[in-house]
């Protein structure tokens, strides 16, 4: 997501950039806007986590399931080391093994498929909201709009009379036909970096350990 954050940013530069090699142009209007903040705060994109979230959350519970049963499994290979026989903990390690291969598998699998899915959604917003921008700039006379998203923006200070990002929230909304009488929040006065999309909680693979040493 973060490249794709970058793509727009360079998006963005380089749409007003042009600007500049115009001949006689007025003294440059430059304005910032925090392209996270703004795709997250729109009602489309609140909408979209909100329903990533609820995709997300049943095969979460399943792999933290997959998990426990893992983990009983350990204790029970830990707790009888000492009692079973050769074959009973060789049985166990094995299914322990194929359990956490499985389980692993199906992590990188639901996590490939999250960040498809937060893709889609990223781009179908991000070309939308690109649209509200352009047509903002050039309305306004813009002459340079910067994405302060990032932490590694060159932004250092950015004054909040040229921060854009709540009014082009309400430009989007009002656009695509959502309710505009909240108000729109304070802007920092440095640019805040805005919090990504939340990823799916992470279930850490299982690491099948070794027998205990049996007692003499």
């Not at 302060?148 to 909304?173: K, M």
Request: glycine share 6%; no cysteine; charged share 25%.
């Amino acid at each position: 997501m973060n490249q794709k954050m970058i793509q727009w940013s360079a998006a963005l530069v380089g749409l007003a950039g042009m600007a500049f090699a115009q001949a006689g142009a007025p003294p440059a209007k430059v304005g910032v806007i925090n392209i996270q903040a703004a795709l997250i705060g729109t009602k489309d994109g609140q909408k979209a986590a909100g329903e990533l979230e609820a995709k997300r959350a049943p095969k979460v519970k399943d792999l933290e399931a997959k998990q426990n049963q893992i983990n009983q499994l350990r204790e029970t290979l830990n707790k009888g080391s000492n009692t079973m026989s050769a074959e009973q903990r060789e049985k166990l390690m094995r299914e322990i093994d194929q359990r956490t291969k499985a389980l692993n598998r199906d992590m990188e699998d639901a996590q490939a498929d999250f960040e498809q899915d937060q893709q889609r959604i990223l781009n179908d917003l991000g070309q939308r909201i690109m649209s509200v921008i352009d047509k903002y700039a050039r309305d306004n006379g813009y002459t340079l709009i910067l994405d302060v998203s990032s932490p590694q923006t060159p932004v250092l200070y950015a004054s909040n009379q040229i921060d854009i990002t709540q009014e082009i929230i309400r430009l989007y909304d009002a656009q695509s036909g959502g309710s505009t009488s909240a108000a729109p929040a304070a802007a920092p006065a440095k640019p805040a970096v805005a919090a990504p999309a939340p990823a799916p909680a992470a279930v850490k693979p299982v690491v099948t350990p070794a027998p205990a040493a049996k007692k003499k």
